[in-house]
């Protein structure tokens, strides 16, 4: 069965300096990976994903993410956080050929001044 | 371009009582899933249609959940009864493409909020 290990409850980054919010992931086969983000009474909104090619991923409002198959991680990073960057993160995985997405239990993010 | 809608946003229901919940996906999505979203945790898949087709219903408890969407688009989700433990934020996502293997992204509603007293 495949599954996703988000082993941080939270992280607490200054504003400006870079932060890393980490993902481990099982799966069978080969991944598909997602990082999403949701903000307080929102849905779940898409930030990026690995599908295949380069390791390093490019998202949305500046955020990137690695995928590293000997450690099975996909950890979500940015150079210079925002406060506005606040907020709880999903990693998920999918398996090739599979339907299902299955998510970690989610990082709150704290940006402060 | 229109994102997920759902309603209700916040329900609150005593137990035993039945509830629904609506969804509406973005325009050309063949694929809709629901999620239940407990407090503390992440998302779990109760069910994903491929236009009205059911592909996995596995983690829908069936005694008293059901799920239809009888021409494509829409989609209603129903308890009936409900039980304390069911109290989550339940989220409709759509996505464009074919579900198995599919590597597209999933667009995600706002989530109905609902309270079992």
């Known amino acids: 069965a495949q599954s996703v290990a988000q082993p941080e409850d939270q992280v607490n980054v200054a504003e400006g300096n870079p932060l890393t919010v980490k993902c481990t992931y099982s799966?069978?086969?080969?991944?598909?990976l997602f990082w999403y983000v949701q903000y307080p009474n929102r849905g779940l909104q898409f930030l990026l994903k690995y599908i295949t090619g380069d390791n390093l991923v490019k998202g949305s409002y500046g955020f990137e993410a690695e995928f590293n198959k000997s450690q099975t991680s996909f950890h979500l990073k940015k150079p210079s956080a925002l406060v506005s960057d606040s907020a709880l993160y999903f990693c998920?995985?999918?398996?090739?050929?599979?339907?299902?997405?299955?998510f970690g239990t989610g990082t709150q993010l704290k940006v402060e001044l | 371009e229109a994102g997920v809608a759902q309603s209700p946003r916040y329900k609150i229901i005593e137990k035993r009582q039945s509830v629904a919940f609506w969804c509406n996906p973005i325009s050309g999505h063949a694929t809709l899933y629901w999620y239940q979203q407990i407090l503390g945790q992440g998302p779990k898949l109760l069910i994903q249609?491929?236009?009205?087709?059911?592909?996995?219903d596995s983690q829908l408890p069936k005694d008293r959940f059901s799920a239809e969407r009888l021409k494509g688009v829409d989609s209603t989700l129903k308890i009936q009864p409900a039980k304390l433990e069911d109290s989550a934020v339940y989220l409709c996502?759509?996505?464009?493409?074919?579900?198995?293997?599919?590597?597209?992204?999933?667009?995600f509603g706002p989530g109905t909020r609902l309270t079992v007293t």
């Open positions: 998920a995985v999918r398996e090739r050929g599979g339907n299902k997405l299955t």
């Open positions: 996502a759509s996505s464009l493409g074919p579900s198995g293997g599919g590597t597209y992204e999933q667009y």
């Open positions: 799966v069978s086969g080969n991944p598909y």
């Open positions: 249609f491929q236009n009205n087709g059911v592909v996995d």
